[in-house]
């Protein structure tokens, strides 16, 4: 439905606001560059890598940790289970 995606939408861009702010003021230019490059330009991994003259570990490593940063920051908006039901899986 519409109020859901906006949920989903609204809960998204918090959470990475804050996560991308939260790097920014630890000065972490590497893994919001990192982050940018795989999510909004759809890069490879090793492009990003080759780019940004890191290891393809490093790049997996900020991904992982972007993913896992944001699932977080979702969960603890305390949103109603049916809207993200996979961050409730396995708890």
């Known amino acids: 439905s519409g ?14 606001h804050e ?5 920014r ?21 090793k492009h990003v890598a080759r780019q940004l003259r890191i290891s393809e570990q490093a790049v997996a490593n900020h991904k992982f940790e972007f993913l896992a940063k944001l699932r977080a920051a979702v ?3 305390g949103l109603p289970e049916e809207v993200f039901p996979e961050l409730h899986e396995n708890q």
């Open 19 to 23: 996560l991308i702010g939260r790097w």
């Open 25 to 45: 003021q630890r000065g972490d230019w590497t893994k919001i560059e990192c982050v940018e490059l795989l999510f909004l330009r759809g890069w490879a991994n």
């Open 3 to 16: 109020e859901r995606r906006h949920l989903e939408e609204s809960a998204l861009a918090s959470a990475i």
């Open 75 to 77: 969960r603890n908006q």
